[in-house]
C-alpha cells in the first residue's frame, strides 16, 4: 500500500482530472440530457465537481477518506436537483470503506459501498436507463477481477472501465423506467443515458490517474469505446 501522502496527492489528482474532464464533456452531456431530461446535467456534474476540486488546499493535511467524504458533501451542496444528494450522499457513504487507506480490498469496498447506496437512493436496477447501468457492470468486474481472478489493480480497473463502456452502451436501445426521462415512455428509447456517460466520464479519469500513480499502462477495449463517443 502505498504512503498516506501518496494516497492524498492520487486523491486530488483524480478530483482535478475529473473536474478537467466534466468541464470539457459540459456540452455533450447536456445534449445528452436535452433528449430525455432537464438539459442540466453536464453543468451540475461540472459546476459540483470544480467546486470540489477548488477546495484542494483544504485537504492538505487529509487522510484520503476524508477527502473522499468532503468532495461528498461538497456535491450535495452544489449538485442541482436529486442529483446532489445522489452522487454526494452516496460518495459520503462509501468514504469510509477508505479509513485506514485504498489499497485493493478498500477499493472494491468503496466501490460495492457506492453502488448499494446509489441504487437504495435511486430505486433504480439495472434495465432501468440510469448511471446504475454502467455501475453495475464496472463493480461486478473490479471485484471479480481482485477477488477471483487476482488481477493487479490497475488491470482490474481497466477492465470495469470497459464494462462500464458497454453498460453505457446497453442504455441507448432501451426505455427509461427512472427518473425524467421515464415520462418519455418509448420515446426514450434510442438516447444515450448522461447519468451513466458522466459515470463512464468519471471513471476514464480514475484509471488515468491510477496509471499514473500505479505507474503502469493498459489496454482498452477501443471497440466499445468508439460505441458511445461523440462524432468529433
Known amino acids: 500500500m502505498a504512503d498516506v ?30 433528449a430525455i431530461g432537464d438539459a442540466d446535467h453536464g453543468s451540475n456534474m461540472q459546476r459540483g465537481f470544480s467546486k470540489a476540486a477548488e477546495k484542494r488546499d483544504e485537504f492538505a493535511d487529509m487522510d484520503p477518506d476524508d477527502i473522499v467524504k468532503t468532495i461528498g458533501t461538497t456535491l450535495i451542496s452544489n449538485v442541482g436537483g436529486a442529483s446532489g444528494p445522489l452522487y454526494g450522499g452516496s460518495i459520503m457513504f462509501a468514504s469510509q470503506e477508505l479509513d485506514g487507506g485504498i489499497t485493493a480490498e478498500t477499493s472494491v469496498a468503496f466501490a460495492e459501498a457506492y453502488l ?13 436507463k440510469t448511471m446504475v447501468d454502467a455501475l453495475v457492470p464496472a463493480v461486478h468486474t473490479y471485484k471479480k477481477s481482485i477477488e477471483q481472478d487476482d488481477l493487479p489493480p490497475l488491470e482490474a480497473l481497466a477492465k470495469a472501465v470497459d464494462a462500464a463502456e458497454r453498460g453505457v452502451q446497453f442504455t441507448t436501445p432501451i426505455k427509461a ?17 448522461p447519468g451513466a456517460t458522466s459515470t463512464l466520464f468519471i471513471m476514464e479519469e480514475l484509471l488515468a490517474t491510477a496509471e499514473e500513480y500505479l505507474d503502469g499502462d493498459v489496454e482498452r477495449d477501443a471497440r466499445a469505446a468508439d460505441a458511445v463517443r461523440r462524432d468529433e
Request: negative net charge; without cysteine; aromatic residues 4%.
Open 5 to 34: 501522502d501518496t494516497q492524498r496527492d492520487a486523491v486530488i489528482a483524480a478530483l482535478d482530472n475529473v473536474a478537467e474532464r466534466l468541464t470539457a464533456e459540459k456540452s455533450y452531456l447536456t445534449d445528452l440530457d436535452s
Open 116 to 128: 448499494d447506496k446509489v441504487k437504495d437512493r435511486g430505486g433504480a436496477q439495472v434495465g432501468s
Open 177 to 193: 423506467l427512472k427518473g425524467r426521462a421515464s415520462f418519455l415512455d418509448w420515446r426514450s428509447v434510442g438516447h444515450q443515458d
